[in-house]
């Protein structure tokens, strides 16, 4: 008696530790939310039907689900007819064609006199809803291991006229993302070299183990990568919500590196050791004293250099010309 004193005055009932009750109902439909669809599951039910909800393995990106129910012109004035309940921990997980299930009634209500509803259910302790104008909150934490869930629509007193009975509603879930993406760094040398030899900001905030996917609120960030021996690389990563971006980082030896430019039939050597020109268009050279030996013919030319880190050196032998006349 007082559970329909309750639906009747239209206030939203919260059952909560309550034993599991047995439900009988044709499943419409069964959704999986996935985070890498935020528009959700569409799909049309009668007035005595439930669709079974589920989440999926991973729940990082998903702070809440959202239920919104499209209600039929033709149940204006009718509202107080059918009733919406939300039950957790569906057992046996709800499928087509299966009809009966233990369930705990987590709340239920009314339809609002109004052409939509839309409940939010959060499955995270630290969500940022708050009922509003558009969208009603249920106050309780709905944790992943109470899922599957079970949206219920259901008859209130006697049946309704065929007319108002066939209409479909149209019912959309989906999921409610946090603000928070995820920025994963992979880099070609971490296996060859220590993993601690590289080193990582984001923000100009070093990270502690740069291996692990790193949780960052949405925006654009600024990502810095130092390896020794390599130029510092520096990219701009956005991060957008219930999303993973997979930044590869692409190092560039900071050594000093050297390339030849001479004649066909010239002999370069470095340092006493004769370089192939057919194979090797660029070196890379220590960082120090060098000396390099070119010879065409009779004719040689000998220079000394010193290398330093980070820069590009080109060896260009040339032979000049002049004819004079008085």
Known sequence: MMRYFCVITGFLLILNGLAADAVRTNIAGVVTLSAERPEGTSLDIKYNDAVGIQL?????????IEIELRIPRAFSGHE?????????????VPAIGQLDYQAEQLAFQLLPSRVSL????????????????????????????????????GPIGKGLAASIADQNFRLTIRPVLTDKGMLRI???LQDSAEA????????????????????????VYSVRISMPDY?????????????????TATPVSDAPSLSFQAPEGAVISLDG???DLATSESLIIDV???TVECTIGDYTVVRRFSAVRGKRYTILLTIDMEVLSE
């Open 56 to 64: 999926p393995a991973d729940t990082l990106f998903i702070q809440a």
């Open 80 to 92: 107080s007819s059918v009733e919406w309940s939300l039950y957790s921990g569906a057992d046996p």
């Open 118 to 153: 839309v409940l939010q259910v959060p499955i995270a302790a630290d969500h940022t809803l708050r009922t509003s104008q558009f969208a009603t909150l249920i106050p309780m934490i709905v944790l992943p291991q109470r899922f599957p869930l079970l949206f219920k629509l």
């Open 186 to 188: 992979e880099h070609p």
């Open 196 to 219: 601690s030899a590289i080193k990582v900001w984001v923000n100009d905030r070093l990270l502690a183990d740069w291996t692990q996917p790193q949780l960052l609120a949405r925006g």
């Open 231 to 247: 130029r510092d690389e520096v990219y701009s990563a956005i991060i957008e919500a219930g999303k993973i971006l997979v930044l």
């Open 273 to 275: 050791v004769v370089i």
């Open 288 to 290: 120090g004293d060098h």
